[in-house]
């Protein structure tokens, strides 16, 4: 049964309104729509299951914070720390999102409809059948997949009026996981600790999976999306600092 | 109280600016909203405001804002100011009492010009005058701290949160063209009145969110040019580089942001052959002056607001634009607070500063050498 709930954020303060959505969840809601909200840290953090919560505004910095299976949709744009050490669930953004996004984030999913801010899928980690993905449809500041573990980032390149989609140093420190960049970019941006493979047919498939779904939750027709190709990037080893102290 | 410099206190801030680039005057309701907005980034050690424009009345004469912690240390320094300066008003800064703000020192201001013969006598111009000035009194007075000493401008600030702050002032009944504030979470040093941001020299005034880990290598490079470094906080260091690099070196504003966050080495590599040779010589000639480590700041004058994040941002800030305003701060959200829907918002890069330079002829960067020699 569908139980839809209404909250305004105006007003409240992130404790008061991260408090009124864990109720209005205790009490059987199944989706919750969020207005007003501007700043309100934490929204969604820990939260299990599998409601929905629709935020309307800019939600605060850490949304979605250990997120641990629920859905959520944001209409506006996110700030610094969405999904950090999130464990399960979605994130679907209708704008950009700030600086360290998805941040140590162990399983789920996040969909970001604009660009993102510096350090995006920093330290993401994946174990056995948990592996987290970002898709991020347009551009990344310096240091995406910094220090990678493990997941993986798909960053399709939409209109890119200046050419370059990521910033410098991408991948530095990655020793795990996988990055899928729209091959526009300038070698030099790319860590030295990073290197580029063929796609594999299987890496071709889950690309196209997530571009068909990012063109589904935005809107977007085909021929609006990504048809060129992609670099894959890995890193060379598991221990990129492995010498860094090293006495030779 | 402890001082600066005796206590380590491990922890963010909260910066916000607003610039009308018309220089148009507009009430203290918005920075304040604004910064309030980001309440969770301090934790009441720490709150302040500068605005500029709010002295029309005596915008020619220096605004000179002073605590005082003891009743002898203002009778010290009125002494020394009616030596030094020709006072044309004085009095105390309106307050109204807030059950927040506690330990209030005496806080007077002072709206004054250099005593002419005085002036004449030394060879120093007017604003190097009422610096060394201003200097003199915070090193050579115990319990006095000159907190502003520009024209047509102050700060306020005091050991709380920022919105009790602005009470406490009655930030209300001021009018500015530029404002910015700062929520203070002290980092290595404990909050005190004169710790609190934003710092200021002449007609600068700077608010930080970071830490800089050249302090040490400033420092020195700003005492051989004679500023007295007298807070040992980083922030009172960004402020006089900022006056060493523009007023006295009149260094092109460009120039001056591309010394205290430089660019590197490799970066340089790849440019052209004339400019590659300019940044070299310009980090050579400066490396003393490069900032290192965290930051995101805002620097305010009467030319109007920069914005500028450390070299690989490792610390937030948003602008945004809308109509003749320009907004910076540390969250979107504290901008959407007061503008909710402006014509763009964007993240700057590293390094790359936000300008929201006043296009007014007569208080203008237009017309200073700073911009005639931009790069």
């Known amino acids: 049964m569908r139980v839809e709930v209404k909250l305004d954020a105006k007003g409240k303060g992130y404790r008061q309104l991260n408090s009124e959505v864990r109720q209005a969840l205790e009490a059987g809601a199944t989706q919750i729509l969020l207005d007003g909200v501007n700043g309100h840290y934490y929204l969604g953090a820990g939260l299990r299951g599998n409601q929905r919560l629709v935020v309307n505004g800019t939600p605060g910095n850490d949304t979605a914070c250990y997120l641990d299976g629920p859905e959520m949709v944001i209409y506006g744009n996110a700030q610094d720390g ?27 999913e996040l969909f970001i409809r604009d ?25 990344a500041g310096s240091f995406l997949g910094e220090y990678m573990a493990g997941g993986r980032i798909v960053l399709l390149g939409l209109d890119s009026p200046e050419g370059q989609i990521i910033g410098r140093h991408c991948g530095s420190g990655m020793h795990g996981g996988c990055m899928y960049i729209r091959d526009t970019v300038d070698r030099d941006l790319l860590s030295p600790d ?55 | 109280m402890e001082k600066e410099g005796r206590v380590r206190i491990p922890s963010g801030c909260a910066v916000a600016g607003i610039v009308n680039l018309q220089g148009e005057v507009f009430g203290a309701g918005d920075i304040i909203q604004s910064i309030a907005c980001m309440h969770d980034r301090s934790n009441g050690l720490g709150g302040g405001f500068a605005g500029y424009g709010i002295y029309p009345e005596l915008k020619d004469y220096y605004a000179l804002h002073l605590f005082y912690q003891s009743p002898l240390a203002r009778e010290q320094t009125e002494a020394f100011i009616n030596q030094v300066f020709t006072v044309k008003d004085c009095g105390p800064i309106p307050i109204k009492k ?19 013969a005085r002036l004449e006598e030394c060879s120093d111009t ?34 709380g949160y920022p919105e009790d702050v602005a009470d406490f002032y009655r930030l209300e009944d001021y009018r500015g063209y530029l404002w910015m504030a700062h929520g203070r979470f002290p980092t290595n040093t404990p909050g005190w009145w004169g710790g609190a941001h934003p710092f200021t020299l002449l007609d600068w005034a700077v608010v930080h969110n970071g830490e800089i880990s050249s302090y040490g290598a400033n420092r020195r490079y700003l005492e051989m040019h004679g500023y007295h470094c007298g807070l040992q906080t980083d922030t009172e260091a960004i402020t006089y580089l900022f006056d060493l690099l523009i007023r006295k070196h009149r260094l092109p504003v460009r120039v001056a942001l591309g010394i205290l966050a430089a660019p590197f080495w490799d970066e340089i590599e790849q440019m052209e052959e004339s400019a590659k040779r300019t940044w070299k010589a310009i980090r050579a000639v400066y ?17 109007g607001m920069i914005a500028m994040n ?29 503008c909710p829907n402006p014509e763009r918002v964007w993240a700057p890069r590293g390094g790359e500063p936000v300008f929201g330079l006043l296009k007014n002829k007569e208080v203008s960067i237009a017309d200073s050498p700073v911009v005639a020699r931009a790069v």
């Open chain 2, 287 to 303: 490396g003393s002056a490069l900032l290192n480590g965290p930051f995101s700041i805002i620097i305010g004058s009467s030319h």
């Open chain 1, 82 to 108: 969405l999904g950090n050490t999130m464990n399960n669930g979605r994130v679907i953004v209708h704008g950009g999102a700030g600086d360290v996004l998805g941040y140590g984030m162990r399983g789920g």
């Open chain 2, 310 to 338: 450390d070299r690989i941002k490792l610390r937030p800030l948003v602008a945004a634009e809308e109509g003749d305003y320009v907004y910076v701060a540390s969250e979107e959200s504290a901008i959407r607070a007061i």
């Open chain 2, 126 to 159: 007017e604003e190097e005058y009422v610096m060394k000035c201003v200097m003199q009194i915070n090193r050579n007075i115990p319990g006095a701290f000159v907190a502003s000493g520009g024209k047509n401008m102050g700060a306020f600030k005091a050991v």
């Open chain 1, 115 to 139: 660009s993102i801010g510096y350090r995006g899928g920093i330290h993401m980690k994946e174990f056995k059948e948990k592996c987290p993905v970002i898709v991020i449809g347009k551009s």
């Open chain 2, 98 to 116: 807030n059950p927040r703000i506690t330990d209030v020192p005496g806080i007077w201001r002072y709206f004054a010009l250099p005593d002419p």
């Open chain 1, 194 to 248: 990073i290197m580029n493979v063929p796609l594999s047919k299987s890496d071709e498939a889950f690309i196209r999976m997530c571009v068909s779904r990012y063109g589904e939750y935005f809107g977007l027709a085909v021929e609006q999306l990504p048809a060129g190709s992609f670099l894959k990037l890995v890193p060379r080893g598991n221990r990129p600092y492995a010498r860094l102290y090293a006495g030779v």
